[in-house]
């Protein structure tokens, strides 16, 4: 019962994975050895971020041009508006159109600390590509709620305005606890946001890197997480097993509650995404014509 469950959900489950700009040559060895061995799983578009206030765009671009020679998928370069001019964001969304680039996950960026009322919101980044080229576009959700919204409903709120302008899809900020994703999108469907909400995924193997990451975001790590972390400080081979084993749990119970479309944040890294993903039935095709046979 079990096989014909993973057969059932095999060509079922769209996933997508997340990359960042790598920093010295090393972390690129690691970035394409990982682009290579999760291209296989035929993702549904892979995306790499753009830090804000960082000019790092140009790098961005670089890598998207790079995977989409390399590998023929679907490339999705983030792109935030608080750094940058209208007129500067228009031109860069053309460059974009006329390489070929269809899809963009549209953000704002973090505000610089002691900044004032941001001059663009991502919904206005999402009217202003729209009217450039009909992108796909992706844009951020919050199922705990953004750390700076004025309430979960105003956030919702904006999140049907970033919908309303264009956006195909939410992708949420990474989570924790289940029942807060599930809730979140019982919410959207009742404010009538009708694209999907893809869960964010976060394999977690740095357990104090992530908990700081948290406190940034406003995301809550559960007092049975921190447990099962407690002692491995110094123990990374087990904390890469824990992590792997709360994830695969996690995706589990959001397939059975009919999430069809997967979003990893890799960290640059294969192993932990490639384990869930084949948890939940997504595997290379050489293999599944293997077992066919
Ligand atoms: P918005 O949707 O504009 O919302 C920002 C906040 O403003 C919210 O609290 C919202 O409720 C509020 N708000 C919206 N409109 C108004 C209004 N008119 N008046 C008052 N308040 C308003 N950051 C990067 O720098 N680079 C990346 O590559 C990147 N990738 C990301 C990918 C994903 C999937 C996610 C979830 C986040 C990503 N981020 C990235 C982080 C993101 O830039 C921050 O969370 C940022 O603070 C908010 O971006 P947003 O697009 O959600 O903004």
Known sequence: ALNQNLAE?????????????????????????????????????????????????????????????????????????????????KKIAEDYWHSGIRHIVALRGDLPPGSGKPAMYAAD????????????????????????AKSAQSDLINLKKKVEAGANRAITQFFFDVESYLRFRDRCVAAGIETEIV?????????????RFAAMTNVKVPNWMTSMFDGLDNDAETRKMVGASIAMDMVKILSREGVKDFHFYTLNRADLTYAICHTLGVRPQVAAEQTQV
């Open 9 to 89: 959900l095999q060509g079922d489950i769209n996933v997508s994975f997340e990359f960042f700009p790598p920093r010295t040559s090393e972390m690129e060895q690691t970035l394409w050895h990982s682009i290579d061995r999760l291209s296989i799983l035929k993702p549904t578009f892979v995306s790499v971020t753009y830090g804000a206030n960082s000019g790092e765009r140009d790098r961005t671009h670089s890598i998207i041009k790079d995977i989409k020679e390399r590998t023929g998928l679907d490339a999705a370069p983030h792109l935030t508006c608080i750094d940058a001019t209208p007129e500067e964001l």
């Open 125 to 148: 980044l999402v009217t202003l590509l729209k009217k450039v080229g009909d992108f796909d576009i992706s844009v951020a959700a919050y199922p705990e709620v953004h750390p700076e």
């Open 199 to 211: 869960p964010g995924i976060l394999p977690v193997s740095n357990f104090k890197q992530l908990q």
